[in-house]
Structures are given as structure tokens and as C-alpha cells.
């Protein structure tokens, strides 16, 4: 079975800070990884993702994310906090031997917010 | 806009009373899931289809859920006998058949209050 851990579920940052939002996992076989970002009462909009490849990923809204299996985490960062980020942030896996079933396994969440 | 269509937005409903969501996936995506998000926890896995085949369920869809997806394109969810702890988001995606790596996009999700 697999499963995510995110490391605080409440992250304060300052606008123009350094974003840091971890993420490990559990899994048997190297996952498939994923950070998804939800804004108040809406769906998840996909950040970044890891299939194969090189490790670090680059997303959307300067976001980018590194894998190290080594450490079996996918931390999420971004150089520079707008007050735009402030949303839930989810990281989720997928084992990739399921192939088509291709199910997410989310973390709790960590919730970021950005102060002036 | 193409994207995932989930309705109701929003349902209240009383215990004990049925009540059924639907989701419009993209049109070209043969694959739906359907997930459930309670509060200050991440999305739950609660059953796959691809076309109209309901491939896997999670073991949080108990004998009071059933979903359907017939021929192959909107699907619906349905609660019977809701009870307080089925209040949650209730949220679906869809992709195509490249899976996780391609288009797996989730709609806004409907949440369900159940007074």
C-alpha cells in the first residue's frame, strides 16, 4: 500500500519568501508523484508532476518540486510567496504498475498562507 | 469550457433522505473517478470506470453508495439513507487513456451536508 505524509498542515510564509512544503511517501516501487493545489470550495488544479525522467519538475506559478528517492520525498518550492499561493496544497502518489487504474493517493494537506 | 462538470454545487439534505450527484467528464476522456474529501483531509479514492465499466471501488463505498456510468459518458453517485458522516466533498475527474500522465483533470466537486 502506499501512502503520503506532508509535514505541517499550517505554513506561514512572507510575501516574497521562500516556499517550502514537504512531502514523503511510502511506497514499494518508485510512485509516480504529484502536488495539486485547491483554492476555498473548489476542485484541484495539478502543480507539477513526477513520472520518469529528470527529477526536478518545474510547474505552473513558479513552483517546482524534487524527487529524491533516496530520501523517498517530493518537497514542493517556490522562491518567491505572492499572496496568490495562499491555498491547500496536496501531494498525492500513484503506483505506476496500476497502469490504467491510475488512482491518487492524497496526503492531509498543508495549508500556506502568505502575510505582508 | 470543457473541463469537468459536477452538479449540484451544493446539496443539504436531511438524515435518512437519498441523494444523487452527477458528474460530465471531458468528452474525450474515457476515464471517471470519484473521490471524497472531508474536512482538513485530502481526497479519498472511492471507485474508477473506464467507458461504462466500474473497474475498482474503494472500501469506503459501502452498500448505501452506488455509481454508474452509462454508456460511457456522464456518470452519477448516489447516497441512500444518508447519514451525518457522509457529509463531505464529493469530488470526480476524468482522463484519457494515457492515465496520470495525461488530461487527468478533477471537477469543483459538489458538497454534501447532511443535517
Known amino acids: 500500500a502506499q501512502s503520503v505524509t506532508q509535514l505541517g498542515s499550517h505554513v506561514s510564509v512572507s510575501e516574497g519568501a521562500l516556499v517550502l512544503l514537504r512531502c514523503n511517501y511510502s511506497?514499494?516501487?518508485?510512485?509516480?508523484l504529484f502536488w495539486y493545489v485547491q483554492y476555498p470550495n473548489q476542485g484541484l488544479q495539478l502543480l507539477l508532476k513526477?513520472?520518469?525522467?529528470?527529477?526536478l519538475v518545474k510547474g505552473i506559478n513558479g513552483f517546482e518540486a524534487e524527487f529524491k528517492k533516496s530520501e523517498t520525498s517530493f518537497h514542493l518550492t517556490k522562491p518567491s510567496a505572492h499572496m496568490s499561493d495562499a491555498a491547500e496544497y496536496f501531494c498525492?502518489?500513484?503506483?505506476?504498475?496500476?497502469?490504467?487504474?491510475?488512482?491518487?493517493?492524497f496526503g492531509t494537506g498543508t495549508r500556506l498562507q502568505v502575510t505582508l | 469550457d470543457t473541463g469537468v462538470s459536477q452538479n449540484p454545487r451544493h446539496k443539504i439534505t436531511k438524515r435518512g433522505q437519498n441523494v444523487t450527484f452527477r458528474c460530465d467528464p471531458i468528452?474525450?476522456?474515457?476515464?471517471l473517478y470519484w473521490y471524497r474529501q472531508t474536512l482538513g483531509q485530502g481526497p479519498e479514492f472511492l471507485t474508477y470506470?473506464?467507458?461504462?465499466?466500474?473497474?475498482?471501488k474503494s472500501r469506503l463505498l459501502s452498500d448505501r453508495f452506488s455509481a454508474e456510468r452509462p454508456k460511457g459518458s456522464f456518470s452519477t453517485l448516489e447516497i441512500q439513507r444518508t447519514e451525518q458522516g457522509d457529509s463531505a466533498m464529493y469530488l470526480c475527474?476524468?482522463?484519457?487513456?494515457?492515465?496520470?500522465?495525461?488530461?487527468?483533470?478533477f471537477g469543483s466537486g459538489t458538497r454534501l451536508t447532511v443535517v
Open positions: 470506470f473506464q467507458n461504462e465499466a466500474q473497474l475498482e
Open positions: 498525492a502518489v500513484s503506483d505506476p504498475r496500476t497502469g490504467t487504474a491510475s488512482k491518487l493517493t
Open positions: 468528452s474525450e476522456h474515457n476515464r
Open positions: 475527474a476524468s482522463s484519457d487513456r494515457g492515465g496520470l500522465g495525461y488530461g487527468y483533470t
Open positions: 513526477y513520472t520518469t525522467g529528470a527529477t
Open positions: 511506497s514499494s516501487v518508485p510512485p509516480y
